[in-house]
């Protein structure tokens, strides 16, 4: 079935149960990949996936569904199902089927395309015989996978209003698995598209970030001044975002409620979020309402000067959606990143004199908490010494408080490191030197 | 859901270039859940899942396709896609299925779906109303209660055609409570489910959710940053018994020992942890979180003692990890839905009641800290190192529990916390948990004893 027909058998059945304002949002994709293990292609995989999300006003509320099953039957039970939730909601937020923007930008990012199977498994071969090639410690369970992906949505509504958006890419990555001296560690690291440059460079990359981790000591308990890379500090951004919606800051659930306006992060420190980022393949024209998006300033010099908003939590404010609206009535970004500052990971290694350099924070899922802001994290990477990065370190935590880290940030690094693309919201940061950090080891 | 002669014809185009073994996954998935929120009901959601994976194998290498159109060309067309990515011979195969029923070991009495809106929206409620009126100081609660209609349908070239429903329950609450003077505000939860219908709450009372919620916020509001450093910590029952799931129970999986990355490679009949130590994992347990009758690949579940008295006796061996191990399967080949790929998961998982009285544990500790109540945590299965965060926990001073802490997280390597695991008490209870893994996100239980750990790094300030 394709979106014509999903959308033709709907508003009939819309008809037929008398629901007027209505909005069909439709997601289809195709993904594939190649995985390698030891010298061979060991597993392939392919999908096509498919899904219907339906939402239609009843006596002003919004009742929801959705499904991956495609017959005429289920599609209209889609129409009653939404119509019977609906009826149970008790909020009295002012919801709305949106009738649409005076005009929508065009994505930047190429036509996406998936690439072809032969050469996929090809790619991940290539990269696995060039990380066992790197170094004689490179063992078995090493692994170089190449994924492809490509979806399309469709959004539909009552008042004619019709949308629609593809997005994809390619990328690879190597999972380096080396054991030295009897002591085994592991690297992960990740291109995007499998033909660039920094794919090529992967294995290398891999391995040495594995070798880098052999030997590592543990520190005493103490404070310690951080240098926290961006890739680590865009997780914790990515653990704490949800204090950006309005509707959360609505709820009493975040630390940054009634603070627009206000200071909330040191002097040096802006937050954008772009939708349609240059160079990043998931660009985002609208949101899941309809609306459309564009590109804001979330933090200014340290100054907070909006919360994320869709259309409810502006209306409920008397503000404007900042057109983040997400399905089920929630609030995310886009493309959400601190800004690069002026230092080099050289200057900052020398600011920071004697510390740590954190290069992986886990487990934020159990060791963070969003609502207060708290955090205390097992954490891998190197001392600082003199000014230098020096030896790995194993087997600490560092704790705080987001919302204090933010405020007290010292430095920022000159480049932004972006997440992987993929879903919805990618997060990015430079790297940060914070310092005087509570740390917890032997 | 799927004829048994079109099963036939796909698992015979999936084997049509050299396959040694073909599979087919199809499920029919009702997701149901009710939000509230700010006092009232907020959303309710209502998602149907369909599709189907076909997987077949050569050795161990292994192809794996989805699709969400069911049709017979659908099907077809997915398998051949199968086929053309596994092999270049030509094969010709003709399958023979045979229908088997699996004895049906969860009973569901009272299906949510079947029940009226309000009789969900009345258990939520309660359950969220009873935190909001534990103490002013909670000013928000949110809830929800989740249901899943799960069928699934499996068919394979050995000529199994067999199918089986799962049907599970759960309530989340969590408060968070504010200061008087608007300057602090804390969280708590919990969120008990079982693999049943709404029968669960004629032995959990959704208040008691909603007040265990409201309590765990109230007591953080009232606490101090737990202190860093290494100490004694003794780890409550329930939910505790993550500590197992992470700093061993993912080495266990065949999804690492079958790949040589795990730090439990070659261990069997080995003391690798304290001889105080037995830890099971089951997933014929009646009704619970982290049972199913048959695995997704069709194996019934069974009880697997892992390690005994200290000594490691058993992995969990899904059906791709059997080839590579060249060991039996353990009923434990799971994924969140046909999207993904089955892998070696974790069912219930637990800590047996050792030989130590409760009181003598807390007895015992002269300085540490008694960590009541456990959040998620994660591990690195190749080194063992692990994470998991403290929801709630206090300090032990002389044996005796005293003042509480709060943001705490404990760090370690599995092989060095296992053998630490000095002492295990008697109070043995499970607690629900979602573990995401390769193959998605999938319910299982955590579970163990009060048990002392000797030394373990805490992460504070």
Excluded at chain 1, 149 to 171: D, Q, T
Excluded at chain 1, 288 to 296: L, N, Q, R, S
Aim: charged content about 20%; overall charge negative; aromatic content about 6%.
């Amino acid at each position: 079935m394709n979106f014509t027909e999903i959308k033709d058998i709907i508003s009939a059945a819309c008809t037929k149960h008398s629901v007027e304002e209505y909005e069909i949002f439709y997601t289809v994709g195709e993904d594939i990949s190649a995985e390698t293990l030891k010298d061979e292609v060991s597993a392939f995989s392919s999908g096509e996936s498919a899904k219907v999300y339906f939402r239609c006003l009843v006596d002003g509320h919004m009742g929801l569904s959705s499904s991956s099953y495609f017959n005429a039957d289920e599609l209209e039970d889609l129409v009653l199902r939404a119509k019977e939730n609906a009826g149970a909601i008790e909020n009295n937020d002012v919801v709305v089927i949106f009738k649409g923007s005076e005009s929508y930008a065009k994505t930047t990012a190429p036509e996406p395309v998936i690439v072809d199977a032969g050469e996929l498994k090809n790619k991940a071969l290539e990269l696995q015989k060039a990380t066992y090639a790197t170094d004689s410690s490179v063992v078995d369970g090493t692994q170089s996978i190449a994924m492809s992906f490509r979806n399309e949505i469709y959004l539909y509504n009552s008042h004619g209003l019709e949308l629609s958006n593809k997005v994809g890419m390619s990328g690879c990555y190597v999972v380096a698995v080396v054991n030295k001296d009897g002591e085994a560690r592991d690297n992960f690291e990740f291109a995007e598209n499998i033909s660039s440059e920094a794919a090529a460079k992967l294995p290398a990359k891999a391995v040495q970030g594995a070798l880098d981790k052999i030997g590592a000591t543990e520190i005493p308990t103490g404070k310690y001044n951080i240098v926290i890379d961006g890739t680590q500090m865009r997780s914790l951004l990515s653990a704490f975002s949800s204090a950006f919606s309005a509707k959360n800051a609505l709820l009493g659930m975040s630390r940054l409620a009634g603070k627009e306006g206000e200071k909330i992060a040191s002097d040096i420190v802006n937050i954008t979020d772009d939708p349609m980022r240059e160079g990043c393949p998931v660009q985002t024209p609208f949101d899941d309402e309809g609306v459309a998006t564009y590109k804001k300033t979330v933090v200014e010099n340290g100054v907070l000067k909006t919360m994320l908003y869709d259309i409810t939590t502006g209306i409920k404010t008397g503000k404007e959606t900042t057109a983040n609206g997400r399905r089920g009535g929630n609030i995310a970004p886009y493309n959400f990143g601190i800004c690069a500052g002026a230092d080099t990971q050289e200057e900052l290694f020398a600011k920071a004199g004697d510390g740590i350099y954190v290069t992986g924070v886990k487990g934020l899922h159990a060791g963070a908490n969003p609502i207060t802001g708290d955090f205390s994290v097992e954490s891998e990477g190197f001392l600082i010494k003199d000014g230098k990065k020096a030896g790995p370190i194993k087997s600490f935590t560092v704790a705080g408080n987001f919302f204090a880290l933010l405020q007290e940030i010292d430095s920022l690094g000159n480049e932004v490191k972006w997440g992987i693309p993929g879903g919805f919201t990618v997060f990015g940061s430079p790297d940060v030197l914070v310092k005087n950090m509570s740390v917890a080891g032997k | 859901m799927i004829s048994r002669l079109l099963l036939e014809d796909v698992l015979a185009a999936a084997m049509s270039t050299g396959a040694d073994f073909a599979e087919v996954y199809a499920e029919k998935t009702r997701n149901n859940g009710i939000r509230f929120l700010d006092g009232k009901i907020d959303t309710v959601s209502d998602d149907m899942v369909s599709g189907v994976g076909i997987r077949a194998f050569i050795g161990t290498r292994t192809v794996y396709a989805t699709t969400t159109d069911i049709s017979r060309s659908g099907l077809i067309r997915c398998a051949k896609a199968v086929a053309d990515a596994l092999g270049e011979s030509k094969a010709q195969v003709s399958i023979n299925l045979t229908e088997r029923i699996f004895p049906n070991i969860h009973p569901v009495k009272i299906l949510p779906g079947s029940t009226a809106m309000t009789t969900r929206t009345d258990i939520l409620k309660s359950a969220c109303f009873a935190a909001k009126e534990r103490d002013e100081k909670v000013k928000q609660v949110m809830g929800n209660l989740a249901s899943v209609d799960h069928t699934i349908l499996i068919a394979n070239s050995e000529g199994l055609y067999t199918s089986d429903r799962h049907v599970r329950t759960r309530i989340a609450v969590s408060a968070v409570a504010v200061s008087p003077d608007g300057s602090d505000n804390q969280s708590g939860s919990a969120s008990p489910g079982r693999g049943m219908g709404l029968e669960m709450f004629d032995f959990i009372d959704p208040k008691s959710v909603g007040i265990k919620a409201a309590d765990q916020a109230l007591i953080n509001l009232s606490a101090g940053y737990c202190p860093a450093g290494q100490m004694t910590v003794a780890i409550e029952n329930g939910f505790g018994g993550v500590i197992f799931h992470e700093a061993c129970g993912h080495s266990l999986e065949a999804t690492s020992v079958g790949t040589g990355t795990s730090q439990m490679c070659g261990k069997l009949g080995q003391q690798i942890a304290n001889t105080k130590v037995t830890a099971i994992d089951d997933g014929t347990i009646p009704g619970a979180w982290g049972s199913v009758n048959i695995d997704d690949e069709g194996t019934p579940t069974q009880k697997n003692v892992l390690i005994e008295n200290g000594i490691l006796k058993s992995y969990m061996i899904d059906r791709l990890g059997s080839r590579r191990m060249g060991m039996a399967m353990t009923g434990n080949g799971r994924r969140e839905s046909f999207m993904y790929e089955p892998t070696s998961r974790m069912t219930n998982t637990f800590i047996a009641n050792g030989p130590d009285k409760n009181e003598d544990i807390i007895k015992s500790i002269e300085y540490g800290l008694y960590a009541k109540s456990m959040g998620g945590g994660s591990v690195n299965p190749l080194t063992g190192e692990f994470n998991f965060g403290v929801s709630e926990g206090y300090i032990v001073r002389n044996g005796v529990i005293c003042e509480p802490v709060r943001g705490a997280s404990l760090v370690g390597t599995g092989s060095q916390i296992l053998m630490d695991i000095d002492m295990v008490g008697q109070n043995l209870d499970t607690a629900q948990g979602m573990c995401g893994s390769s193959s998605g996100s999938v319910p299982t239980d955590v579970g163990q004893p009060l048990i002392r750990v000797s030394k373990i790094t805490v992460g504070g300030r």
